[in-house]
Protein backbone atom coordinates (compact mmCIF):
# COMPACT_ATOMS: atom_id res chain seq x y z
CA UNK A 1 0.00 0.00 0.00
CA UNK A 2 1.36 3.40 -0.57
CA UNK A 3 0.10 6.84 -0.04
CA UNK A 4 1.82 10.62 -1.16
CA UNK A 5 1.32 13.83 0.58
CA UNK A 6 2.66 16.71 -1.11
CA UNK A 7 1.61 20.17 0.74
CA UNK A 8 -0.54 21.34 3.29
CA UNK A 9 -2.62 24.85 2.81
CA UNK A 10 -2.58 27.01 5.67
CA UNK A 11 -3.31 30.47 3.32
CA UNK A 12 -2.82 32.66 6.46
CA UNK A 13 0.44 31.73 7.18
CA UNK A 14 1.98 32.75 3.64
CA UNK A 15 5.08 34.91 2.87
CA UNK A 16 4.00 37.72 4.99
CA UNK A 17 6.78 36.86 7.43
CA UNK A 18 9.24 38.43 4.83
CA UNK A 19 7.64 41.99 4.65
CA UNK A 20 9.40 44.75 5.79
CA UNK A 21 7.48 47.29 7.57
CA UNK A 22 8.00 50.68 5.49
CA UNK A 23 7.64 53.14 8.77
CA UNK A 24 10.30 55.54 7.55
CA UNK A 25 9.36 55.53 3.70
CA UNK A 26 5.33 56.27 5.31
CA UNK A 27 7.23 59.28 7.71
CA UNK A 28 8.47 60.70 4.33
CA UNK A 29 5.71 60.14 1.81
CA UNK A 30 3.13 61.70 4.69
CA UNK A 31 5.33 64.88 4.66
CA UNK A 32 5.36 65.20 1.23
CA UNK A 33 1.30 64.86 0.95
CA UNK A 34 0.82 67.17 3.29
CA UNK A 35 2.81 70.16 2.10
CA UNK A 36 3.78 69.44 -1.40
CA UNK A 37 0.54 70.56 -3.08
CA UNK A 38 0.28 73.49 -1.14
CA UNK A 39 3.79 74.23 -2.19
CA UNK A 40 3.13 74.09 -5.37
CA UNK A 41 -0.23 75.93 -5.35
CA UNK A 42 0.94 78.65 -3.99
CA UNK A 43 4.31 78.42 -5.77
CA UNK A 44 2.47 79.36 -9.13
CA UNK A 45 0.26 81.97 -7.89
CA UNK A 46 2.88 83.81 -6.34
CA UNK A 47 4.83 83.49 -9.41
CA UNK A 48 1.75 85.25 -11.56
CA UNK A 49 1.11 87.81 -8.87
CA UNK A 50 4.98 88.84 -9.44
CA UNK A 51 4.40 88.57 -13.02
CA UNK A 52 1.27 90.73 -12.40
CA UNK A 53 2.60 93.37 -10.18
CA UNK A 54 5.56 93.91 -12.80
CA UNK A 55 3.29 94.40 -15.89
CA UNK A 56 0.13 95.74 -14.15
CA UNK A 57 -0.93 97.75 -11.38
CA UNK A 58 -0.50 97.12 -7.45
CA UNK A 59 -4.49 96.91 -6.77
CA UNK A 60 -4.15 94.18 -9.86
CA UNK A 61 -2.12 92.15 -7.98
CA UNK A 62 -3.64 93.21 -4.13
CA UNK A 63 -7.19 91.88 -5.94
CA UNK A 64 -5.90 88.23 -7.48
CA UNK A 65 -3.94 87.64 -4.24
CA UNK A 66 -7.33 87.84 -2.11
CA UNK A 67 -9.63 86.54 -4.62
CA UNK A 68 -7.70 83.68 -6.44
CA UNK A 69 -4.81 82.43 -3.33
CA UNK A 70 -6.94 83.44 -0.15
CA UNK A 71 -10.33 82.92 -1.45
CA UNK A 72 -9.73 79.81 -3.28
CA UNK A 73 -7.07 78.21 -1.17
CA UNK A 74 -9.79 78.27 1.78
CA UNK A 75 -12.64 76.38 -0.45
CA UNK A 76 -10.09 74.19 -2.01
CA UNK A 77 -8.37 73.14 1.41
CA UNK A 78 -11.45 73.04 2.93
CA UNK A 79 -13.61 70.74 0.75
CA UNK A 80 -10.08 69.00 -1.59
CA UNK A 81 -8.44 68.36 2.05
CA UNK A 82 -10.61 68.07 4.32
CA UNK A 83 -14.74 67.66 4.18
CA UNK A 84 -14.47 65.43 0.73
CA UNK A 85 -12.42 62.75 1.56
CA UNK A 86 -12.91 62.91 5.74
CA UNK A 87 -16.78 63.36 5.55
CA UNK A 88 -17.63 60.90 2.80
CA UNK A 89 -15.77 58.69 4.84
CA UNK A 90 -17.79 58.21 7.82
CA UNK A 91 -20.48 55.46 8.08
CA UNK A 92 -23.90 56.45 7.26
CA UNK A 93 -26.18 57.70 4.50
CA UNK A 94 -23.80 58.58 2.02
CA UNK A 95 -26.30 60.54 -0.46
CA UNK A 96 -27.33 62.64 3.03
CA UNK A 97 -23.81 63.75 3.02
CA UNK A 98 -22.87 64.26 -0.46
CA UNK A 99 -25.75 66.43 -0.60
CA UNK A 100 -24.89 68.51 2.44
CA UNK A 101 -21.70 68.67 0.75
CA UNK A 102 -22.41 70.10 -2.58
CA UNK A 103 -25.21 72.15 -1.24
CA UNK A 104 -22.56 74.02 1.32
CA UNK A 105 -19.93 73.93 -1.67
CA UNK A 106 -22.07 75.92 -4.01
CA UNK A 107 -22.86 78.36 -1.13
CA UNK A 108 -19.25 78.81 -0.68
CA UNK A 109 -18.80 79.40 -4.15
CA UNK A 110 -21.80 81.96 -4.38
CA UNK A 111 -20.04 83.76 -1.23
CA UNK A 112 -16.62 83.84 -3.28
CA UNK A 113 -18.18 85.34 -6.48
CA UNK A 114 -19.49 87.91 -4.44
CA UNK A 115 -16.55 88.95 -2.74
CA UNK A 116 -14.58 88.34 -6.14
CA UNK A 117 -16.83 91.43 -7.66
CA UNK A 118 -16.73 93.35 -4.67
CA UNK A 119 -13.36 93.34 -4.27
CA UNK A 120 -12.85 93.98 -8.16
CA UNK A 121 -15.57 97.00 -7.36
CA UNK A 122 -13.45 98.56 -4.46
CA UNK A 123 -10.14 98.62 -6.22
CA UNK A 124 -11.99 100.20 -9.28
CA UNK A 125 -10.81 97.39 -11.93
CA UNK A 126 -14.25 95.88 -13.52
CA UNK A 127 -13.20 98.81 -16.32
CA UNK A 128 -9.47 97.89 -16.36
CA UNK A 129 -10.50 94.26 -16.57
CA UNK A 130 -13.09 94.32 -18.96
CA UNK A 131 -10.79 95.47 -21.53
CA UNK A 132 -8.81 92.16 -21.10
CA UNK A 133 -12.19 89.68 -20.26
CA UNK A 134 -15.76 90.37 -20.08
CA UNK A 135 -17.08 89.44 -16.03
CA UNK A 136 -18.66 86.80 -16.69
CA UNK A 137 -15.56 84.85 -18.27
CA UNK A 138 -13.27 86.25 -15.36
CA UNK A 139 -15.71 84.57 -12.79
CA UNK A 140 -15.66 81.34 -14.79
CA UNK A 141 -12.26 81.47 -15.40
CA UNK A 142 -11.99 81.42 -11.11
CA UNK A 143 -14.90 78.92 -10.78
CA UNK A 144 -12.79 76.53 -13.21
CA UNK A 145 -9.71 77.08 -11.16
CA UNK A 146 -11.34 76.54 -7.90
CA UNK A 147 -13.13 73.75 -9.12
CA UNK A 148 -10.01 71.96 -10.48
CA UNK A 149 -7.86 73.04 -7.47
CA UNK A 150 -10.36 71.22 -5.26
CA UNK A 151 -10.41 67.90 -7.54
CA UNK A 152 -6.25 68.40 -7.64
CA UNK A 153 -6.48 68.36 -3.54
CA UNK A 154 -8.44 65.89 -3.12
CA UNK A 155 -7.29 63.41 -5.99
CA UNK A 156 -3.94 63.96 -3.47
CA UNK A 157 -5.23 63.94 -0.52
CA UNK A 158 -7.45 60.61 -1.41
CA UNK A 159 -4.40 59.22 -2.52
CA UNK A 160 -2.78 59.78 0.65
CA UNK A 161 -5.45 57.90 2.64
CA UNK A 162 -5.84 54.93 0.25
CA UNK A 163 -1.50 54.88 0.47
CA UNK A 164 -2.02 55.34 4.43
CA UNK A 165 -4.60 52.22 4.52
CA UNK A 166 -2.55 49.58 2.44
CA UNK A 167 0.86 50.47 4.49
CA UNK A 168 -1.23 49.65 7.56
CA UNK A 169 -2.28 46.66 6.17
CA UNK A 170 0.78 45.50 5.40
CA UNK A 171 2.69 46.19 8.51
CA UNK A 172 -0.73 44.19 10.20
CA UNK A 173 -0.23 41.23 8.20
CA UNK A 174 3.77 41.19 9.09
CA UNK A 175 2.92 41.80 12.46
CA UNK A 176 0.46 39.01 12.23
CA UNK A 177 2.42 36.87 10.57
CA UNK A 178 5.23 37.45 13.25
CA UNK A 179 2.95 36.14 16.01
CA UNK A 180 1.57 33.15 14.76
CA UNK A 181 5.18 32.23 13.76
CA UNK A 182 6.06 33.25 17.61
CA UNK A 183 3.07 31.22 18.45
CA UNK A 184 3.85 28.18 16.58
CA UNK A 185 7.77 27.81 18.30
CA UNK A 186 6.01 28.86 21.50
CA UNK A 187 3.65 25.21 20.97
CA UNK A 188 6.82 23.46 19.47
CA UNK A 189 8.74 23.80 22.26
CA UNK A 190 6.59 22.69 25.24
CA UNK A 191 5.64 19.92 22.95
CA UNK A 192 9.09 18.71 22.57
CA UNK A 193 10.19 18.67 26.23
CA UNK A 194 6.96 17.47 27.38
CA UNK A 195 7.89 14.44 24.99
CA UNK A 196 11.74 14.32 26.62
CA UNK A 197 10.50 14.87 30.20
CA UNK A 198 8.26 11.98 29.55
CA UNK A 199 11.51 9.51 29.03
CA UNK A 200 13.23 11.01 31.84
CA UNK A 201 9.89 10.57 34.15
CA UNK A 202 10.14 6.84 33.31
CA UNK A 203 13.63 6.12 33.75
CA UNK A 204 13.66 7.97 37.34
CA UNK A 205 10.29 6.26 38.18
CA UNK A 206 12.15 2.70 37.38
CA UNK A 207 15.60 4.02 39.80
CA UNK A 208 17.55 3.88 36.28
CA UNK A 209 21.24 5.24 36.37
CA UNK A 210 20.69 6.48 33.02
CA UNK A 211 18.10 8.91 34.16
CA UNK A 212 21.02 11.57 35.39
CA UNK A 213 22.41 11.17 31.81
CA UNK A 214 19.61 12.23 30.07
CA UNK A 215 19.08 15.45 32.08
CA UNK A 216 22.58 16.21 31.43
CA UNK A 217 21.59 16.31 27.33
CA UNK A 218 18.20 17.73 28.23
CA UNK A 219 20.01 21.00 29.88
CA UNK A 220 21.70 21.00 26.37
CA UNK A 221 18.73 20.96 24.73
CA UNK A 222 17.73 23.58 26.61
CA UNK A 223 20.29 26.12 26.09
CA UNK A 224 19.51 25.75 22.74
CA UNK A 225 15.76 26.09 23.03
CA UNK A 226 16.22 29.45 25.27
CA UNK A 227 19.17 31.04 23.39
CA UNK A 228 19.05 29.91 19.62
CA UNK A 229 15.30 29.30 19.28
CA UNK A 230 14.31 32.62 19.03
CA UNK A 231 16.74 33.91 15.94
CA UNK A 232 14.31 33.80 12.18
CA UNK A 233 17.56 31.41 11.18
CA UNK A 234 19.88 29.19 13.02
CA UNK A 235 23.30 27.44 11.24
CA UNK A 236 22.32 24.22 10.43
CA UNK A 237 25.50 22.92 12.24
CA UNK A 238 23.79 23.79 15.56
CA UNK A 239 20.25 21.97 14.27
CA UNK A 240 22.82 19.47 13.73
CA UNK A 241 23.64 19.11 17.06
CA UNK A 242 20.39 19.00 18.53
CA UNK A 243 19.50 16.22 16.61
CA UNK A 244 22.30 14.61 17.62
CA UNK A 245 21.53 15.17 21.28
CA UNK A 246 18.20 14.13 20.89
CA UNK A 247 18.91 11.25 19.43
CA UNK A 248 21.13 10.04 22.24
CA UNK A 249 18.68 10.99 24.75
CA UNK A 250 16.19 8.59 22.68
CA UNK A 251 18.97 6.21 22.45
CA UNK A 252 19.26 6.08 26.48
CA UNK A 253 16.17 4.80 27.19
CA UNK A 254 16.54 1.71 23.84
CA UNK A 255 19.03 -0.58 24.68
CA UNK A 256 20.04 -1.34 20.97
CA UNK A 257 21.25 1.87 19.39
CA UNK A 258 22.30 -0.45 16.18
CA UNK A 259 18.06 0.23 15.01
CA UNK A 260 19.03 4.03 14.89
CA UNK A 261 20.78 5.54 12.20
CA UNK A 262 21.92 9.57 11.72
CA UNK A 263 23.86 9.97 8.09
CA UNK A 264 24.64 14.02 7.16
CA UNK A 265 27.16 15.16 4.69
CA UNK A 266 27.63 18.80 2.92
CA UNK A 267 26.42 20.79 6.30
CA UNK A 268 28.84 23.74 6.33
CA UNK A 269 28.77 26.75 8.31
CA UNK A 270 27.27 28.67 5.98
CA UNK A 271 23.99 27.07 5.93
CA UNK A 272 21.34 28.49 7.99
CA UNK A 273 17.47 27.20 8.62
CA UNK A 274 14.50 27.75 10.79
CA UNK A 275 14.78 26.05 13.56
CA UNK A 276 12.93 23.72 15.39
CA UNK A 277 11.76 21.97 12.05
CA UNK A 278 13.63 19.04 11.50
CA UNK A 279 13.69 18.02 15.11
CA UNK A 280 10.18 17.52 14.94
CA UNK A 281 9.90 14.90 12.40
CA UNK A 282 12.56 12.90 14.10
CA UNK A 283 10.30 12.81 17.30
CA UNK A 284 7.68 11.76 15.31
CA UNK A 285 9.71 8.61 14.16
CA UNK A 286 10.34 7.46 17.69
CA UNK A 287 6.77 8.24 18.82
CA UNK A 288 5.16 6.09 16.08
CA UNK A 289 8.22 3.42 15.37
CA UNK A 290 7.86 0.29 16.86
CA UNK A 291 11.46 0.04 18.20
CA UNK A 292 10.22 -1.14 21.69
CA UNK A 293 8.59 -3.74 20.78
CA UNK A 294 10.03 -5.09 17.42
CA UNK A 295 13.68 -6.41 17.67
CA UNK A 296 13.60 -5.66 13.93
CA UNK A 297 12.28 -2.46 13.88
CA UNK A 298 14.62 0.90 13.09
CA UNK A 299 14.47 4.01 12.33
CA UNK A 300 16.91 5.96 9.62
CA UNK A 301 17.75 9.59 9.29
CA UNK A 302 19.11 11.09 6.61
CA UNK A 303 20.25 15.13 5.64
CA UNK A 304 22.22 16.20 3.40
CA UNK A 305 23.35 19.51 1.66
CA UNK A 306 23.95 20.34 -2.32
CA UNK A 307 25.22 24.05 -2.46
CA UNK A 308 21.80 26.00 -1.23
CA UNK A 309 19.42 22.42 -1.48
CA UNK A 310 18.59 20.45 1.68
CA UNK A 311 17.14 16.81 1.23
CA UNK A 312 16.03 15.56 4.77
CA UNK A 313 14.58 12.15 4.97
CA UNK A 314 13.26 9.94 7.75
CA UNK A 315 12.35 6.53 7.73
CA UNK A 316 10.55 4.19 10.35
CA UNK A 317 9.54 0.37 11.06
CA UNK A 318 5.59 0.95 12.34
CA UNK A 319 3.23 -0.62 14.46
CA UNK A 320 0.55 -3.37 12.61
CA UNK A 321 -2.39 -2.31 14.42
CA UNK A 322 -1.65 1.25 13.18
CA UNK A 323 -4.20 1.57 10.36
CA UNK A 324 -3.75 4.79 9.15
CA UNK A 325 -0.40 5.84 9.94
CA UNK A 326 -0.26 8.78 7.67
CA UNK A 327 -3.03 10.32 9.51
CA UNK A 328 -1.71 9.11 12.79
CA UNK A 329 1.84 10.19 12.26
CA UNK A 330 0.29 14.26 12.20
CA UNK A 331 0.36 15.13 15.80
CA UNK A 332 0.82 18.12 17.21
CA UNK A 333 4.48 18.94 16.37
CA UNK A 334 4.63 17.34 13.06
CA UNK A 335 1.32 19.71 12.46
CA UNK A 336 3.15 22.58 13.76
CA UNK A 337 6.64 21.66 11.67
CA UNK A 338 4.40 21.71 8.58
CA UNK A 339 3.20 25.20 9.13
CA UNK A 340 6.50 27.04 10.10
CA UNK A 341 7.76 25.09 6.73
CA UNK A 342 4.53 27.00 5.02
CA UNK A 343 5.60 30.07 6.62
CA UNK A 344 9.10 30.24 6.22
CA UNK A 345 9.46 28.79 3.21
CA UNK A 346 6.55 29.43 0.72
CA UNK A 347 7.14 27.41 -2.44
CA UNK A 348 10.42 27.13 -1.50
CA UNK A 349 10.08 22.79 0.00
CA UNK A 350 8.64 19.85 -0.93
CA UNK A 351 6.80 17.61 1.65
CA UNK A 352 6.00 13.79 0.74
CA UNK A 353 5.29 11.06 2.93
CA UNK A 354 4.96 7.44 1.97
CA UNK A 355 3.85 4.21 3.74
CA UNK A 356 4.76 0.70 2.38
CA UNK A 357 5.70 -2.23 3.90
CA UNK A 358 4.83 -1.06 7.06
CA UNK A 359 7.43 1.39 6.62
CA UNK A 360 6.92 4.79 7.10
CA UNK A 361 8.81 7.36 5.27
CA UNK A 362 8.97 11.72 5.05
CA UNK A 363 10.82 13.20 2.54
CA UNK A 364 11.37 16.86 2.92
CA UNK A 365 13.22 19.24 0.19
CA UNK A 366 14.13 23.03 1.08
CA UNK A 367 15.72 25.46 -0.84
CA UNK A 368 17.52 27.32 1.54
Given at each position: ????F?????????????????????????????????????????????V???????????????????????I?W???????????????N?N?????L???????????????????E??G????????????????????????G??????????????????????????R??????????????????????????L?????????????????L?????????????????????????????????????????????I?????????????????????????????????????????????R??????????????????????????L?K??????????I??????????????L
Amino acid sequence: MKSSFHSFDYEKLEDDANIVPMSSALSKTERFFKVGPYILWFGIHIAISLVLAYQRSLADTIYYLVTYIFLGSLIIWLFGYKLFPEYLAREGNINRRLGLLITTNIILIGIGIYAHTMMAEILGLNQISDQYAPKSVRIALWLLMVLLGIIFVASIRVAHVYYLNAVQKVEHKAERAEAELRLLKSQISPHFLFNTLNNIYGLAYLRDERAAEMISKLSKLLRYLLYDCDRPKVFLTKEKELIEHYLSIQLLKHEDSRNVDFYHAGITNNNKIAPMILINFIENCFKHSDLETNPRGWIKIGLEVDKNELSFRTENTFKDEVKDVARDHMGIGLRNSLKLLKANYPGKHEVNITKENNVYQLDLKITL
